[in-house]
């Protein structure tokens, strides 16, 4: 049962969508750091889990092992044994019964080792079967380690040029930044103001220019009258 929990939980990491790990990360340089370690960190507790799950594998091949060495032991004494007994069958039966004792005692042990050996052919195979399952699935999780520092290297990037841009963009907001044109027709018509008040000016003044030989034009014509009527009266 902790077996195939290891197993589902690195199983689990290894198909991990570091896309989906990575949506959450708002400070990329700390996060994307933090995720590394956390993810190596799972790596190790998956190595040390990994290498118990291998070394009672290792252990139970060892045990099967010594089982079929001891079996086979225990397999040429009984056959000794059986072999002594024959041969003393006829010259001394007591003899003969008590070796062929042994060869059944001997034979015994065989078959409880052989025993053993078949009870730990299951479990050895399906051991294997998970230590090959764990072992693909930590070869995933490098992979997907990999991938991840790649990704981390490239979105760090990323932020540093939107950062930038950003910063840009904040300065450029900061600076009141005007048409060329809009402030040469802002002094046009300054300009134009005071071409129209000059104007304006001159007008007036000619104005009273004018008033003023108006007047000078009736002195005169009022002087032309008294003449004339100066001759009138001298003729009569």
């Not at 077996?3 to 199983?11: E, H, N, P, V």
């Not at 009870?119 to 991938?147: F, N, R, Y």
């Not at 841009?165 to 402030?183: G, R, Y």
């Amino acid at each position: 049962m902790a077996q195939q929990s290891i197993l589902g939980r690195i199983a689990q990491l290894a198909r991990a969508n570091i896309n989906a790990l990575l949506d959450a990360a708002e400070d990329p340089d700390k996060m994307l750091d933090q995720m590394i370690r956390d993810y190596i960190n799972n790596i190790r507790d998956a190595e040390e889990a990994v290498a118990q799950t291998i070394g009672n594998l290792r252990m139970m091949e060892e045990d099967s092992r010594e089982a079929q060495k001891t079996a086979a032991d225990w397999g040429a004494k009984a056959a000794a044994a059986a072999g002594k007994a024959k041969q003393l069958q006829a010259d001394n039966p007591a003899e003969a019964a008590r070796f062929e004792n042994l060869a059944r005692v001997a034979l015994k042990r065989q078959i409880t080792f052989e025993e053993q050996v078949d009870d730990l052919a299951a479990p050895i195979a399906q051991q294997t079967e998970v230590v090959t399952k764990l072992k693909s699935g930590l070869s995933g999780m490098h992979v997907k380690l990999e991938e991840l520092r790649t990704k981390r290297d490239e979105l760090v990037g990323r932020a540093k040029v939107a950062e930038a841009q950003m910063k840009v963009q904040d300065a450029l907001k900061s600076i009141n930044i005007t048409d060329p044109t809009s402030e040469l027709h802002r002094f046009e018509e300054k300009i134009r103001r005071e071409e129209a008040r000059a104007a304006g000016m001159a007008e007036v003044a000619a104005s009273s220019l004018d008033a003023q030989f108006d007047t000078l034009d009736d002195v005169a014509e009022d002087a032309e009258v008294e003449r004339r009527l100066a001759e009138l009266n001298a003729q009569n």
